[in-house]
């Protein structure tokens, strides 16, 4: 399936009555991609009412953090289509009542868009991470990277050479490269990039590695208000710290190419932070840092856990196996 077809169908599952098409700027929308409608500060009563959620002071939070990143949240997650949308009605579940399980732990806890500085706080805009899930005693934190639609698009991906440059030079000094593509300046872009044609997802490989060298560097000193306990503590007590991407299979043929390429890089785990360490030597996150290569699922993850049926038929409609038969 392609964007398109997954945003017809997903929006044949809710009245017309409330969708609009989805604003392209202040004079235009999409003739296909369709959001939420609703007046401006009406937007989680809107998703209560769509999805029949139980609106209480958590939602209220969970919401309020879900919108508070760097990249239009509070318009995306309105998007039937979007990632921001479908990591908040997934994940804002999670208690420790109903925890989730994931890579043979429990999870008690979500934040979302949790921001980390990347190497240094005045080189620009921290890193904001979809979740961040903490355990029962706050032990092991597992970050994840939400993926939807995005990879069924491939391309270029850019990035400020300030910044980035001095990693990625020494990531591909230490790997001799990384599954065909590299980091260099093209079109007077620096991008990572498989020379004047790039075909594949590498979009999710960048904001991966920048939300890596933001757990490696640590919190944001500015964090939304439900968001303000994640300090640098949370990471220094952490026993163990994972970073993961969690993808809805929406496409199998482009998840299993997408999947092959994150694998064939995130696998080289000892030079991916060493490479970090080059670039931020005064990490003390990096030694118990996880990186896990293979990408994770919302099929999987939520075969089994408890969703309202609602959310769960919603998505259903596109891939069902969410439906967790």
């Not at 769960?312 to 969410?322: G, I, L, T, W």
């Amino acid at each position: 399936m392609t964007r398109k077809e997954i945003a017809k169908i997903l929006s044949a599952q809710i009245s017309e009555d409330y969708l609009v098409g989805t604003p392209v700027n202040r004079q235009k929308s999409s003739d296909w991609s369709k959001s939420i409608k609703c007046k401006r500060g009406n937007e989680l009563a809107a998703l209560v009412n769509v999805f029949k959620l139980n609106r209480d002071t958590i939602l209220e939070n969970h919401f309020e953090a879900a919108t508070s990143g760097d990249g239009n949240e509070l318009s995306r997650i309105l998007t039937l289509h979007s990632s921001s949308l479908l990591a908040f009605l997934c994940f804002s579940h999670i208690s420790n009542t109903n925890p989730i399980r994931i890579l043979d732990t429990d999870y008690v806890e979500p934040m979302f868009e949790v921001k980390n500085d990347v190497i240094d706080s005045s080189l620009g805009k921290p890193s904001n991470i979809d979740v961040m899930l903490l355990n029962e005693d706050r032990t092991k934190v597992l970050f994840l990277e939400s993926k939807f639609t995005e990879y069924l698009d491939g391309g270029r991906a850019y990035l400020s050479p300030k910044r980035y440059q001095p990693f990625f030079n020494a990531l591909f000094k230490l790997s001799n490269g990384l599954s065909g593509f590299k980091a260099c300046f093209i079109d007077n872009g620096y991008c990572l990039n498989e020379g004047p044609r790039t075909s594949r997802y590498l979009g999710g490989i960048k904001q991966a590695f920048s939300h890596l060298l933001g757990i490696a560097t640590g919190p944001a000193e500015v964090q939304s208000n439900p968001n303000k306990v994640y300090t640098r503590q949370i990471l220094e007590d952490a026993e163990e710290i994972t970073f993961a991407s969690i993808i809805f299979n929406c496409n199998q043929k482009k998840f299993d190419s997408y999947s092959r390429l994150y694998d064939s890089v995130f696998r080289n785990e000892a030079i991916i932070k060493k490479a970090i360490g080059e670039v931020v030597p005064q990490s003390k996150t990096i030694a118990k840092l996880k990186i896990h290569s293979e990408l994770l699922t919302y099929q999987d993850i939520f075969k089994e856990y408890e969703l309202p049926e609602i959310i769960r038929a919603f998505y259903a409609s596109v891939s069902e196996s969410f439906l967790g038969l």
